[in-house]
C-alpha cells in the first residue's frame, strides 16, 4: 500500500489502520523507515509535542532534528505496538549504526541485520539477530537462502561473524 499526499504522521498512522482493519491484518510490513524519519521535521504534530522557545516575539526556537525524528519512532512503534500484530520496519543503515539516525534500534523490540556479499559468481546472504527482547536467540550470523518457499536460515552453515 501506498500512502499519498499525507501532510503529517498522523495521516500516515490513519491510513494504516484503516488499511489494517479492513483486511484484519495480523502483519504489517513499513519499508521503509528511512523515509519516515526523513520526513519528521516536516510533520506539524512532531514540532507540537516540544516546547517552542520565542525570543522577542519574532524567532521560534525549534528542538533539533535528531530530537524530533526520536519522539516520531517512539511515537511510531508504540502506535504499531498497540495494532496487535507483527510488525516489520525495514531501515537503511549509516556507518556504524542500524539506522539512518541511530534511533529505531533503541525502540524496537527486535533488530535483525541481513548481510550480502558477492564473491566472483557466489554470492552469500546472512542475516544476525543483534535482539530479541525478552528471547532467548542465535547470535552468530546465520547463512539464509531465499525461494519460492520463503526465506531458509541455513543452521547447519555457521558464518562467524
Do not use: W
Not at 20 to 29: D, F, P, Q, S, Y
Amino acid at each position: 500500500m501506498r500512502i499519498k499526499n499525507a501532510q503529517d504522521i498522523t495521516d500516515v498512522l490513519k491510513e494504516i489502520d484503516k488499511k489494517v482493519k479492513k483486511i484484519r491484518a495480523k502483519r504489517l510490513v513499513v519499508d521503509s523507515l528511512s523515509s519516515i524519519e526523513l520526513f519528521a521535521t516536516t510533520f506539524k504534530s512532531m514540532a507540537g509535542d516540544f516546547p517552542v522557545g520565542v525570543i522577542n516575539k519574532k524567532l521560534t526556537i525549534m528542538p533539533p532534528p535528531k530530537a524530533i525524528i526520536r519522539r516520531l519512532m517512539y511515537r511510531v512503534v508504540e502506535h504499531f505496538k498497540g495494532l496487535n500484530l507483527t510488525t516489520i520496519l525495514t531501515s537503511e543503515s549509516q556507518g556504524e549504526g542500524y539506522s539512518r539516525y541511530g534511533v529505531a534500534e533503541f525502540v524496537t523490540d527486535g533488530l535483525i541485520t541481513l548481510h550480502y556479499l558477492g564473491m566472483g559468481a557466489t554470492n552469500f546472504r546472512s542475516l544476525k539477530i543483534v535482539k530479541l527482547r525478552e528471547t532467548k536467540h542465535e547470535e552468530d550470523c546465520l547463512p539464509f537462502e531465499i525461494n519460492k518457499k520463503g526465506i531458509r536460515v541455513k543452521e547447519k552453515e555457521r558464518i562467524k561473524a
